[in-house]
């Protein structure tokens, strides 16, 4: 997930580059749609920004049913270090 992430990170870098990159400047601004360009580049990012936000939801409900299950298992074995170390590794991660 984090890896994911990170793509999406460069994505959007990548977007802030190409919005640098092609907004014409003053001498060719007749040559350029400016308006189209930013809606594309608008549409890109906001594309991006939809599925990261989908993938941080999925990443927390499925840290969320790990961390249920351990804590289920927890208390039904309440000696075991191993498994609090895990519970509070996963609860961290929400």
Known sequence: IQELLRVMRTIDDRIVHELNTTIPTASFVGK???GQTCKELYQ???DAHTSRERIIKNCIAQTSSV???LREEREKAQDDVAL???LRKE???V
Do not use: N, R
Request: no cysteine; hydrophobic share 40%.
């Open 32 to 34: 350029i749609d400016a």
């Open 44 to 46: 890109s990012l906001m």
């Open 67 to 69: 961390v249920k299950t």
């Open 84 to 86: 609090l170390k895990q």
């Open 91 to 93: 609860q961290t991660k």
